[in-house]
């Protein structure tokens, strides 16, 4: 079985046309199944882990308590991107606000691989909690911050268990749900990501007005302890009788340290770098930056040679990056991801700096991009399990993200409200509908022990993706800002106008 994987069957190019989601006798894939998009994989009961049999209530519990987390996470995603103004302006320190979002999706980026294994190593409720434990802590740590480096420090935090949330309870309902039920399913998860994201936008703006920003952290906190209960109480998920007999240092073994160093040099690096030429205008040639930059290079290939030769359990199996579906999958995660997180949190931005509307008026454009994340994701639910295919589905998804990108991208002061509120479903309904197709297709595309792993480096290149978007559009938008101010403000005084309008420290002028 295990030595199918070195042969390549000339029927893999032809078969784009069979469904993914067919029936099949095996639980495990050929070559084949391996290397196409439009693989067959299992549909029955024998999919489950025998040993996790539940019934109806305790599996509602169950994705209860793994979904109000889900939800949690979206909701903070959103509040956060509506708040950048305010906190930035109450920190004098307005062109580090996207430091908040960098700081957060760069540790969730860092630590999202790591859930896969402790997944396996720490049990699903085990990883669920921890994730749940540093979420939360940091989220609440938040808004006890004193300070702009305080906060975007509990920020991290918060990614360290943010990225665990979406990736320890999207492996559980793997443990749960029928293959081909989990499109289905994986729609409705997202529902509750989209009813997330859609209140966040405009609660969280309403609370900052009302009582101030701090209080949209602390507003986290009885959802929180939900989940956490929840979890403790109902996510009794077995894993394998081989795994579970495992001793402390075997578990500990599975754990690459050394690789998870060295992803966090590359991509720590390398945003840094960027970040600091553009927001603190130091020069290419200053030694922190291409020191940096260069650290980041060094950092990537020493990562990827941890995880050829010496990670005996690599974050990143390379074995798995060489085959197409996986590869697809994580680079056009990758780069969804990046256009979808620019543009959520740049287009509150955009509202309240330069249209002046109130937060709470800026969050509430984020509505209907929320809601289509919810439509678009149970529409590729019910498509594939429907039909059992995902390719058209992806394409389309993916032409949605670009039309998008295009509308948003003509905004001028004579858009109409019109555009202003609906230009962003596109993106919403498409990218929704993308990352549950392609979830799909990397667990169809991958053997059932590599389950967890695969499902953790989707979500790695997706958070990647989304620091890479947050960062590069916060440098992108405060270069083009400080070239604009140069243009337009000239005279003595023109550099002190420049730094308060940048710092938001709005007396000067």
Known sequence: MFMARGRRSSSASSAETRALLEDSPTSYHSTDDVNSVSSTVVDSEADLPSVNKFSNADICWILAGLWSGVLLGAFDGTVVATLLTPIGSEFKASNQSSYIGTSYLLSVCCFTPLYGRLADILGRKGAMLLALSLFGSGTIFCGMAPSMGTLIAARAVAGMGGGGVMTVSSIAVSDLIPLKQRGLYQGMANILYGLGAGLGGPLGGWVNDKFGWRSA?????????????????????????????????????????????????????????????????????????????????????????????????????????????????????????????????????????????????????????????????????????????????????????????????????????????????????????????????????????????????????????????????????????????????????????????????????
């Not at 599975?254 to 970040?275: N, Y």
């Not at 929704?432 to 667990?443: E, G, K, V, Y």
């Open 217 to 509: 952290f602390y507003m986290q906190a009885p959802v929180l302890a939900f989940s956490v209960i929840v979890v403790a109480t109902k996510v009794n998920i077995q894993l394998p009788f081989e795994v579970q007999n495992q001793s402390v240092s075997d578990k500990l073994r599975r754990i690459d340290f050394l690789g998870s160093i060295t992803l966090v040099g590359a991509v720590g690096c390398l945003l840094l770098g960027i970040s600091l030429k553009t927001t603190e205008e130091m020069p290419w040639s200053d030694p922190l930056i291409y020191g940096l930059l260069i650290a980041s290079i060094f950092s990537g290939i020493l990562f990827v040679l941890v995880e050829k030769y010496w990670a005996p359990y690599p974050v990143m199996p390379l074995r798995l990056m060489t085959q197409r579906t996986p590869l697809a999958v994580s680079i056009s995660n990758l780069l969804a991801s990046m256009s979808a997180f620019s543009m959520l949190y740049n287009v509150p931005l955009y509202f309240s700096a330069a249209k002046m509307e109130s937060a709470a008026n800026s969050g509430l454009h984020l509505l209907p991009h929320s809601i289509a994340i919810s439509t678009g994701s149970v529409f590729a639910g019910w498509i594939m399990r429907k039909t059992g295919k995902l390719y058209t589905l992806t394409l389309v998804s993916c032409g949605l993200m670009i039309l998008a990108s295009a509308l948003v991208s003509c905004w001028n002061n004579d858009s109409s409200p019109v555009h202003l509120w609906l230009d962003l479903i596109p993106q919403g309904f498409g990218m929704a509908s993308f990352i549950t197709s392609t979830l799909i297709a990397m667990i169809a595309g991958v053997y059932r022990e590599d389950m967890a792993v695969a499902t953790g480096i989707t979500y790695l290149f997706r958070t990647t993706g989304q620091v890479l978007g947050v960062s590069l559009g916060g440098a992108v938008l405060q270069a083009v800002l400080l070239q604009k101010l140069r243009e337009r403000i000239q005279g003595p005084e023109s550099e002190k106008i420049i730094y308060a309008i940048r710092y938001h420290q709005l007396c000067y002028l």
